[in-house]
């Protein structure tokens, strides 16, 4: 997933690049409120992270510009240190989605990140996901497998969540683990204890094992007729 981030401040959007391409992300940066809008209208972004107080055009300008002249609805989240009522109205009332105040936590941005894009892929309240024979209620969290209740830890159905609602694609170690736990984790051991435990619950019996370790990059779930 592409981010742009829009942000004249170079340390703050050094942090934020360096969080986002660990998390999974895809980020690009510009520094100018001209530039941002450019880049925001020539290119499909999963998000936008945008400041209020850019050089060449401000941050509402070019929310308000993206919104009424170029149509996009491409998630923004504001970015800025104007932290009262009316500035935040200001934001809202020119296009964006969410609004962050500074000094922000980083986990906070990604989380708040991940929200925009999921409820923009309409994935907030999804239908039951399915992958070959196995089945799973997001509302409820209830999974089957060939009509057979699996029980799971809670981490290992948010993981379970994760790789069928991309049946197929890999998803990457720091994209899931971020996800999960809210950064990437300097142990991998944790993940892959924790998909071990999601495989053998998924495997009774010698069933087939849905989920590929792509080395060196992540992991992805097949359906059952397309698992090795």
């Known amino acids: 997933m592409r981010i742009l981030i829009i942000e ?15 998390a999974g992300y895809v980020p690009e ?29 401000d941050g509402f300008t070019v929310c308000r510009k ?8 491409t998630p923004v989240l ?9 500035d935040k109205l200001a934001g809202f009332g020119h296009g964006a989605d969410d609004y962050l105040v500074k000094p922000f936590s980083l986990k906070e941005v990604g989380a708040r990140l991940a929200a925009l894009i999921k409820r ?4 907030v309240v999804p239908g039951a996901l399915r992958v070959g024979d196995i089945s799973m209620d997001p509302r409820t969290l209830d999974v089957e497998r060939a009509g057979k209740v699996i029980r799971l830890p809670r981490k290992c159905l948010h993981l379970l969540q994760l ?3 991309a049946p197929g694609q890999v998803l990457r170690r720091a994209e899931l683990e971020t996800a999960v736990w809210g950064e990437p984790l300097p ?34 779930i097949n359906a059952i007729s397309d698992a090795p």
């Open 8 to 22: 004249d401040d170079p340390a703050i959007a050094a942090n934020l690049y360096d969080y986002l391409e660990a």
């Open 29 to 57: 940066h510009t520094a100018d409120g001209v530039t941002g809008l450019h880049r925001a209208v020539s290119a499909q972004w999963s998000a936008i992270l945008l400041d209020v107080s850019l050089p060449g055009m």
């Open 66 to 73: 993206l919104r009424e002249e170029a149509r996009k609805d």
């Open 78 to 86: 504001m970015l800025t240190a104007k932290d009262t009522l009316d």
């Open 120 to 123: 923009h892929q309409g994935q």
């Open 163 to 165: 790789l069928m609602s």
């Open 187 to 220: 142990d991998s051991d944790t993940l892959r204890s924790h998909m071990h435990t999601l495989r053998r619950a998924l495997t009774p019996d010698g069933a087939a094992n849905p989920i590929e370790t792509v080395h060196g990059i992540g992991y992805r």
